[in-house]
């Protein structure tokens, strides 16, 4: 049983930063990648932030040159370092991960969410 669990959301003033952490447990083999998705209220899920085991990533333009992705393959963790903080900001964020768990071929499980709210 595979589970990813993000912590670090919370409520912060424009201007600040967060630090988001997902870690993944169980029979894991091996990730190919993870990825920080988010939502805000009436809005579509929107991918943020993508990270390939080989350490390649990719950004939204919104977040581009504000946000870090980063993983420890070690500990199956991905982390998303957000600085400069905006209102916008403002949603659920969701880890993504695919990967391989034993007894099972590649497949996408997400996170159950934290909130981050950014206060103007």
């Known amino acids: 049983q595979v589970q990813l669990v993000e912590s670090g959301g919370g409520l912060v003033q424009a201007g600040g930063s967060l630090r988001l952490s997902c870690a993944a447990s169980?029979?894991?083999?091996?990730?190919?990648?993870m990825d920080w998705y988010r939502q805000a209220p009436g809005k579509q899920r929107e991918l943020v932030a993508h990270i390939i085991s080989n350490g390649n990533t990719n950004y939204a333009d919104s977040v581009k040159g504000r946000f870090t992705i980063s993983m420890d393959n070690a500990k199956n963790t991905v982390y998303l370092q957000m600085n400069s903080l905006k209102p916008d900001d403002t949603a659920v964020y969701y880890c993504?991960?695919?990967?391989?768990?034993?007894?099972?071929?590649?497949?996408?499980?997400w996170g159950q969410g934290t909130q981050v709210t950014i206060s103007s």
């Open positions: 993504n991960a695919n990967l391989r768990a034993q007894g099972a071929w590649y497949r996408e499980y």
């Open positions: 169980g029979s894991i083999i091996s990730i190919n990648h």
